[in-house]
């Protein structure tokens, strides 16, 4: 299958290593992985911060680049429920139904990592390799928006030498939420504190999820506690393969245990 990447800022700007995990992770599958160049940001942060009508423009541009692709891969969770729940907002604010009948066209053939994996290719078993102790925080947009459910874990369960810790309370938001963030800094980094504090009872020496954004506002929390705990992007542990494996950037130990099940 030919798959376009829609990498999103955050990724490109600060996490290239999700996406070239993706990548890799893809290739190994057996698919075709194209990078459209025009991209640009999907306007998020534009329409969460009211600049609504100045996201029209970036919403027509995402068709105009990715509407030519079968499957269109998006490497965050928060940018995919972008164009899937609110590019329709757009399309009705800009009173369009050429520009409805395009973002739904687009948005119905993109997806989030693991709802393309286990609905699309019916893969649950990626062949990875990852021999820590990991722990899984659910992010708002894929639980909420994207509803990708158990997915992730799915595919998590299946990698070879990974212990999944529950995380406790993991259906609660970090406290990242773009412009919150700032906004509201000391709520903000109460929600944090109450995630990091959860991650930590885990023991996990890996924090996954499906957005960097949340994994960069917990792993800054992780680094000011000087927590051997590592944030990392779940695709970069299902690209990682025994005769490939993955660094997680941070001193880890093996897990010399065996795999115990994920209780969700």
């Known amino acids: 299958m030919r798959i376009a990447l829609f990498i999103a800022c955050f990724n490109d700007v600060m996490y290239p290593r999700t996406g070239k995990a993706m990548v890799r992770l893809l290739r190994r599958l057996g698919h075709e992985v194209v990078f459209p160049r025009g991209q640009t940001c999907c306007g998020q942060m534009h329409f969460n911060t009211g600049y609504q009508d100045d996201c029209i423009p970036l919403a027509e541009h995402f068709c ?11 490497a965050s ?4 429920s972008m164009v899937e729940e609110y590019y329709p907002t757009l399309a009705d604010r800009a009173g ?5 009948r395009r973002v739904d066209s687009v948005g119905a053939r993109l997806f989030e990592l693991s709802e393309l994996l286990v609905d699309v290719l019916g893969v649950t078993d990626t062949g990875s390799y990852f021999p820590h102790r990991v722990t899984y925080h659910p992010t708002c947009h894929t639980l909420r928006m994207l509803r990708v459910g158990d997915k992730p874990t799915q595919l998590l369960r299946n990698v070879e030498g990974i212990e999944l810790a529950e995380l ?4 609660e938001c970090c406290g990242f939420g773009g412009t919150f963030a700032i906004k509201n800094a000391d709520t903000s980094t109460a929600m944090g504190s109450d995630k990091v504090a959860n991650a930590m009872r885990t023991g996990a020496e890996v924090l996954t999820a499906a957005d960097n954004s949340c994994l960069m506002h917990i792993g800054g929390m992780l680094s000011r506690g000087r927590s051997p705990m590592r944030p990392l992007h779940y695709a970069e542990i299902l690209a990682s393969t025994r005769e490939d494996p993955l660094g997680t950037g941070g001193p880890v ?12």
Request: aromatic content about 8%; some cysteine; overall charge negative.
């Open 253 to 264: 130990r093996e897990v010399d245990r065996p795999t115990r099940e994920f209780a969700p």
């Open 96 to 100: 369009s139904q050429r520009l409805h």
């Open 168 to 171: 406790p309370e993991a259906e």
């Open 77 to 80: 969770g928060s940018c995919a």
């Open 64 to 74: 105009d680049v990715f509407d030519g692709y079968d499957v269109v891969l998006a």
